[in-house]
């Protein structure tokens, strides 16, 4: 599969943190999931401020994809690029070969479709968030390169320990770890492993069964983001064993 993206134009400044972070996202699922269905990549005419992004872009990418990509500014011989690895008479002729549609149409409208906007009846979810709408979720911004906990006393054994929890935007890392006021070091141990969670169409919930007693902490990590902070609203409780439902979680 080859890819070719003809950039030109201008590129907004105040969007670059959204394009940026879209571009990290797509690259990174794409590589992880289908790393074998590149055989090249093409931007063309590209701007000072693109070369910005993809600088960052290009720190999660694998060297074998990245291996693949070429970046071509307007005084770059971009044509004879593609025509090295693409026939003339497949190549559309506005990208420098000789293929139009039926009506002579340099672009191949019937061959390249063309990018509009994405209708609203193929919206997966509605923007607003149903956690931040309930009057006992807690609210908590955790700011860039940053942690913050919520501390759990479990007072009787076999307690549970549940959340709920969604961020306004993007994703947010989370962990349970568990600390004995007895032990000699004293030092926590994780009970739940951390992994960055994405609450886009639902709040995330979970729950833990405590078998010890002690001290509880959840961590809401933001510390792999050097660029966004994190709204989030959460629930978070210590419930009896005789007082918990496994049917309703």
């Known amino acids: 599969m080859e890819r070719v993206g003809k950039e030109g134009g201008s590129f907004c400044c105040d969007r670059a943190p959204v394009v940026l972070d879209v571009l990290l996202f797509f690259a990174k699922n794409f590589q992880d999931n289908y790393p074998e269905r590149i055989k090249a990549i ?50 559309p002729a506005f990208l420098g070969g000789n293929r139009t549609d039926p009506d002579g149409n340099p672009r191949c409208f019937t061959v ?37 906990v919520c501390t759990c006393e479990v007072q009787e054994p076999g307690s549970y320990l549940e959340w709920e929890f969604e961020t306004k935007s993007k994703d947010i890392g989370f962990a349970v770890y568990y600390k004995d006021k007895y032990s000699k070091d004293n030092k926590p141990v994780e009970v739940v492993p951390k992994q960055r969670i994405d609450t886009c169409y639902d709040p995330e919930k979970g729950f833990f069964k405590c078998d010890k007693v002690g001290t509880y902490i959840c961590v809401f990590d933001n510390s792999y983001s050097w660029i966004y902070s994190k709204e989030l609203f959460y629930k978070i409780k210590v419930t009896a064993p005789k007082d918990f439902d496994i049917s309703m979680n």
Not at 65 to 76: A, E, H, V
Not at 123 to 145: G, H, I, M, Q
């Open 42 to 91: 093409y931007f063309i005419n590209v701007s000072f401020y693109f070369t910005l992004v993809f600088n960052v872009v290009k720190t999660v990418l694998a060297a074998a994809l990245l291996g693949k990509i070429r970046c071509y500014s307007s005084g770059d011989d971009w044509q004879r690029a593609l025509l090295e690895r693409i026939d003339a008479d497949v190549l």
């Open 112 to 148: 390249i479709k063309q990018p509009r906007k994405i209708p609203e009846s193929y919206y997966l979810v509605n923007s607003e968030k149903r956690l931040s709408r309930c009057p006992d979720a807690n609210k908590l911004t955790v700011t860039r390169l940053s942690k913050e």
